[in-house]
């Protein structure tokens, strides 16, 4: 907070890309307490690599188990990403990707919980069926020195590159739009 950083979305889980297995992020709940302890806003997000509506919202479900006591101040966000031509989603459609975004994020509505659709700018343009999602938040990651994209979005992630005091790797830098 010191350092001018005023929220953090902490990663409470994953999918596998491979064997698809649920993974818990052993250290989210270190995080939740430190970013609460500073006074910083905190959102969640899980690392999905869903295949089916099915297993977006099991995904939301593990997700939301692993935040049991939270209080969220901002969304909790479905982060699907591609990994490689090896991986099980390799060859995901834009209708079914569309359809498991649609499921995880009226899953987290159901259980209270704000949903937010994280994506870069060519799964938008290449993959997710935007117009069927604008429901829901956008986070956006868009690594340039200025942002134009076609819809409007909450939040802007601008670099992968950012430093900030007490973390020893690169950081992902966010600004919040609205």
Known sequence: KRAGVEFVFIRVGWRGSGEGTLNADKRAQEYYRGAKAAGLKVGAYFFSQSISPAEAKEEANFAMSLMEGWELDLPLVYDWEYVSSTSRTANMDSRTLTDCT??????V??????????????????LLLLEELTE???WLAQY???MDFEYAVDFWQYTGEGSVPGISVP????????
């Open 102 to 107: 649609r499921a995880f994020c009226r899953q």
């Open 109 to 126: 509505e159901y259980h209270g919980y704000r949903p937010m659709v994280y994506f870069n700018t060519s799964q938008a343009r290449n």
């Open 136 to 138: 829901f938040d956008f």
């Open 144 to 146: 340039r020195d200025g």
């Open 171 to 178: 950081v992902d830098i966010n600004l919040w739009l609205k």
